[in-house]
């Protein structure tokens, strides 16, 4: 037996029990799942934008605003704080983060500093602003970083307060609302497919005010001159606009609104907004219109005057209705926006992705028959090879994509179309562990013709392999986590859950379902019925060519290398910023020269309209647009209003400048770091040489990739990026496999030919290198062909990848060390295999 004690037994079963609980709310309906305890019912995976449709928004505070906003109030303050000690000065000036000024009277220059100071002092043990004495009176007061970092920040917490009150009032699903590093706000709102709305709601500062007309001069005279001093000019919404010269001290304004009522009319889709005040208000606004019988008040909202209305009567029922043209919708946004008060700055969308709730849904079914798909393909072809092993790996298998929701649904990790992609490849990556598991059982059983021998250890021995090869890509995956965001942080995280749960399922599940079955059948051997012994006796001389596959690759990589420098990539929206949009033909076809003839038109920089497979829609791809961010937000509304007509949006996305720059940077910071941290550990774990032919190996993967996206001209996003570094983790994988097998007989032979161990590790591990590659490729496959349009080319990419990082293995990686002049002696333990002649190891086979 394996001698699995009954208590590690009883653990690891208590295990799979525990994820079978935590993963059956996944697999029922709401009405089931409301029946479930409300700890369990929680715990369904949730499902990303991409799977389910909604709306992602990335909101950012503008620095410079803040900035300005503290210089005003600080400027106001000076002012209002000398006043009051009636201290003379003049020159009251600011600039950036400096205020300068002069006080009049030399003698008060001390008790204006002191009079200064509360604007100086330390606030939550942060110094404010610092105040500096000049000659003749000067004085000059430096606004500091960390003031405008407090100021951002409370502008910050009043902002997410206001935007979740706003949009927890609307009818949408439950709502994602956070902040995202010092100046951003992230805001996803599931089965919302009209983003317009959402972004009209956030980004309105809302703020509402009662004000009176100024009648001392001409609104037009105010207008070439200068306003009377407590006045200002406004216009309103009409075209053309009207101005107005209104006083800047309002009647009222948000603090005085109790409750805001929008009112419906379902006949012709109109609404209004009735407004209660607040008793207090009620009373002031009541003595304020009767004083003012016959002037003129305006109602503004964010600056622009809405209505102009005689006053005629005074107003004191605390009751108000809103005059304006609003719609049903208008006017439901608008009385959530009174209600939730007006926001403290204004924010830019930096990024926006839209997904259209059916295509959605549509994407989810295709990824879900993908992973069936491939599932049963591994199947088949574990147990075609394994027999009644296959059987005990089939099972393993599932019991790991059970523990794989488990864990998802526990931690709270959204599952994505990426994340479908990654639960495909911790189907290879789970039977790669295994096979390794298998294959070496079935070498120790040949050498020690004793079952149970050979299966302690084989899996004693074989665990070690699979904890370096699944580590390598648990390094990737932890970096492409830490960079990433959306979609492909998603992928990240479910490759991260997928290595634990193989590594447990591989070492401890299929170790104890092999227990069982030998208990209950008493085999005598292994062999019977496994049929994965094809290259058993293999002699391929691999490194006998390996200056001509050396010098093909080379030359390979150089053209990609002079491609790449010349022609270039195809880059997306994430690296270039600009907008993608997916357009559904309401009527017939899609009409690409129509809408590209259109677009042109009234969008300035380039366009480019490509018809999908189904001629139905179309992808229309707009060129990052001049002006920053707002740019690229009018340049998307303007192609809606365009063809809204005629087409539905099923899918927008727009990405501006601050955000794909950041995305190009932690882009190849994450593949430096990546190769970086892989570099170190096999340095660690073997010698240098195995660290450096990894590097070379896994360069020469990811130049032949990049090469694939050139020569193809397919769309280099932030997608590529992961199918980038998962084909690092997955060409390392194989290359540490083979590495093992070489250290291995290194230690065991201390007078073989460096090319001749090395031919003969390759030869011992050829069996499991063909069967891994062979069920991740058709695990991928499946997914190529089923699981849709949206995600085929980042298949396609890890079909390629795959193919690729076997040839590096083999034909990159271990000639590597020959040129590098690995000592064979470094490895010698002393054992009594020292000094063999290594006959076995040049038949392929390992020493008796």
């Not at 298998?438 to 013709?449: A, N, S």
């Not at 959306?486 to 290595?499: K, N």
């Not at 539905?648 to 994450?670: K, N």
């Amino acid at each position: 037996m394996l001698h699995v004690s009954w208590w590690k037994t009883a653990l690891i079963w208590f295990a799979v029990l525990l994820s079978v609980v935590l993963a059956i709310p996944n697999l029922l309906s709401e009405d089931r799942l409301s029946s479930l305890p409300s700890w369990l019912a929680q715990r369904k995976v949730g499902l990303g934008l991409d799977l389910q449709g909604g709306s992602h928004i990335m909101l950012k505070i503008e620095r410079g605003d803040v900035v300005r906003d503290r210089l005003e109030t600080v400027v106001g303050d000076i002012s209002a704080r000398l006043r009051t000690v009636n201290i003379a000065y003049s020159g009251l000036t600011g600039t950036g983060q400096k205020i300068q000024l002069r006080i009049n009277d030399p003698a008060q220059v001390q008790a204006a500093v002191n009079a200064l100071k509360p604007i100086t002092d330390a606030a939550s043990g942060k110094l404010q602003a610092v105040l500096s004495q000049g000659d003749n009176g000067a004085l000059t007061i430096d606004i500091t970083n960390a003031g405008i970092d407090d100021a951002l920040s409370g502008i910050m917490a009043r902002s997410l307060k206001v935007i979740r009150n706003r949009v927890g009032q609307i009818d949408v699903g439950e709502a994602m609302i956070r902040r995202q590093g010092g100046e951003r706000i992230a805001i996803q709102v599931p089965g919302l497919g009209d983003p317009q709305r959402l972004k009209a709601l956030v980004n309105q500062q809302g703020s509402l005010s009662f004000r009176l007309v100024d009648p001392s001069m001409p609104v037009q005279d105010a207008i070439n001159g200068r306003p009377p001093a407590g006045s200002e000019v406004l216009f309103s919404e009409d075209d053309p606009p009207v101005g107005y010269l209104v006083q800047r001290q309002p009647l009222l304004s948000n603090i005085d609104v109790a409750d805001a009522v929008a009112v419906s009319n379902v006949e012709n889709n109109a609404g209004t907004v009735s407004v209660r005040l607040t008793p207090e208000a009620s009373g002031r606004f009541a003595q304020a219109t009767a004083a003012n019988l016959g002037k003129i008040i305006v109602v503004v909202l964010d600056g622009q005057v809405l209505s102009a209305a005689s006053l005629k009567n005074a107003i004191t029922t605390g009751e108000i209705n809103l005059p304006g043209d609003f719609t049903a919708q208008g006017a439901q946004d608008l009385a959530v926006m009174l209600k939730s008060g007006p926001l403290s700055a204004t924010l830019t969308t930096v990024e926006e992705r839209t997904i259209k709730p059916g295509l959605g849904s549509e994407t989810m079914r295709s990824g879900i028959i993908a992973c069936v798909v491939a599932a049963i393909f591994v199947a088949v072809l574990m147990i075609g090879f394994y027999g009644l092993l296959g059987v005990a790996a089939t099972a393993t298998l599932i019991v790991n994509m059970i523990m794989v929701l488990a864990i998802m649904g526990l931690f709270g990790i959204t599952l994505t179309l990426p994340g479908i992609a990654a639960i495909v490849l911790i189907i290879g990556i789970a039977l790669d562990a295994t096979v390794l598991i298998y294959e070496r059982v079935r070498e120790e059983e040949k050498t020690t013709h004793h079952l149970f021998d050979a299966l302690r250890h084989g899996f004693n021995r074989a665990a070690a392999t699979v904890a370096d090869a699944n580590l390598t890509v648990l390094i990737v995956a932890a970096i492409l986590f830490y960079v990433s965001s959306g979609a492909v942080r998603g992928f990240a995280a479910t490759l991260i859950v997928g290595v634990f749960t193989t590594f447990f399922t591989a070492c401890f599940v299929t170790r104890s379902l092999i227990d069982a079955w030998i208990s209950h059948r008493k085999p005598r051997s292994l062999l019977a019925g496994v049929r994965s012994g094809i290259f058993d006796g293999a002699n391929i001389r691999f490194m006998g060519i390996r200056r001509y596959t050396f010098t093909i690759s080379a030359a390979l990589s150089l053209a990609t290398l002079l491609a790449f420098a010349t022609v270039g990539m195809h880059l997306g929206i994430d690296f270039t910023g600009g907008s993608i949009l997916e357009v559904r033909a309401k009527q017939g076809v899609a009409d690409p020269a129509n809408i590209q003839q259109r677009l042109q038109d009234i969008i300035a920089g380039d366009v480019r309209v490509e018809r999908l497979d189904d001629r139905l829609g179309a992808v229309i791809r707009v060129h990052a647009q001049e002006g920053g961010e707002n740019a690229e937000q009018s340049a998307v509304t303007m192609v809606r209003d365009e063809l809204g007509k005629d087409y539905d949006f099923s899918r927008v996305e727009v990405v501006g400048p601050a955000v794909s720059g950041e995305i190009t940077r932690t882009a190849s910071l994450a593949v430096l770091a990546a190769l970086a941290a892989i570099l170190v550990y096999i340095w660690l774990r073997f010698e240098w040489q195995f660290a450096v032919g990894a590097i070379v190996a896994t360069l020469h993967d990811v130049i032949l990739t990049l090469g694939l996206f050139v020569l193809t001209g397919m769309e280099f996003n932030m997608t590529g990026i992961a199918a980038l570094l998962t084909i690092v983790g997955y060409s390392l994988n194989d290359t540490i496999v083979v590495y093992d097998r070489m250290r291995e007989n290194l230690r065991r032979y201390s007078q073989m030919p460096l090319p001749i161990l090395i031919d003969a590790s390759i030869n011992q591990t050829l069996s499991r290198t063909v069967l891994t590659s062979a069920t991740t490729l058709l695990a991928l496959f499946a997914l190529y062909i089923f699981g849709g349009e949206v995600i085929r080319s980042f298949t396609f990419v890890l079909l390629f990848g795959v193919a690729v990082g076997t040839f590096s293995s083999i034909y990159i990686a271990a000639p590597v060390l020959i040129v590098f002049k690995l000592r064979p002696d470094k490895f010698q333990t002393g054992d009594e295999n020292e000094g063999e002649t290594g006959s076995d190891v040049q038949s392929g086979k390992p020493a008796v």
